[in-house]
């Protein structure tokens, strides 16, 4: 199991985005519409690492365009942080659900195998893209990175080092975690207090854009 012999040798952002709709690197591609890879500008200095996919994004092939995408547009903009600044991706590029409810899919969160074997994807675009940041939205995304005890609420709101097991070629300077933007349509009575907090961590990730930009 692994996407390693379908990530194409030279990679471009749009050749990734066709490459993944052959990738049969894990069981996910079967049940999903199509693989979705990131969105946003090639220049981005800040990529924004979700988990995977949902219903929506599943159809559109688009990442972070259904609910939980619009509370993150409008916690970029609370933050002033513009679209054209970031890069929206996943840590799994395949929508992983099972059972309905109505007409929407209900969204399973991936295990630990299929990020790992859907890895080779998102290595391919921090290759391309060499931001100077990356904030990970949610548990499954700081994981992916920092293995599996790791916990947003134990980091959050402080400047990480990129994990030295997963190499890259020039690693971000910093690494940031803040709960994934879903967080604030499930907290019913918090959800103010939520999303203020995911606003929070976004103006420190702008401070320390501005930091490192010097
Ligand atoms: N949640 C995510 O983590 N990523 C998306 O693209 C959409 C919802
Ligand atoms: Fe390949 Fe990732 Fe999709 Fe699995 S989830 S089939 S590894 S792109």
């Not at 996910?28 to 924004?48: C, E, F, I, K, N």
């Not at 942080?81 to 799994?92: E, Y």
């Not at 890895?119 to 990356?134: F, M, S, T």
Request: charged share 30%; aromatic share 6%.
């Amino acid at each position: 199991m692994g996407a390693e012999e379908w990530v194409p040798d030279r990679p471009t952002l749009p050749r990734l985005r066709a490459a993944v709709q052959e990738c049969r690197g894990c069981e996910l591609y079967r049940d999903a519409t199509q693989g979705v890879m990131g969105d946003g500008s090639p220049d981005a200095d800040l990529v924004l690492l979700g988990e995977q996919p949902g219903d929506q994004e599943d159809r559109a092939g688009e990442p972070f365009v259904g609910p939980a995408g619009q509370v993150l547009d409008d916690a970029l903009d609370d933050a002033g942080l513009a679209r054209d600044r970031v890069f929206l991706t996943n840590v799994v590029k395949h929508f992983r659900w099972s059972g309905t409810r109505g007409k929407r899919r209900i969204h399973q969160s991936p295990k630990q195998q299929h990020v790992a074997a859907c890895r080779p994807w998102l290595e391919a675009e921090l290759r391309l893209l060499r931001p100077r940041g990356v904030v990970l939205l949610g548990g499954t995304a700081g994981k992916a990175l920092y293995g599996p005890s790791f916990k947003v609420g134990e980091c959050r709101g402080r400047r990480l080092a990129w994990p030295e097991d997963r190499p890259v070629d020039v690693p971000p300077a910093w690494v940031l975690a803040t709960t994934h933007p879903s967080a604030v349509l499930r907290a019913r009575d918090q959800r103010q207090a939520t999303y203020d907090g995911l606003v929070a961590d976004l103006r420190l990730a702008v401070e320390l854009l501005g930091q490192s930009a010097e």
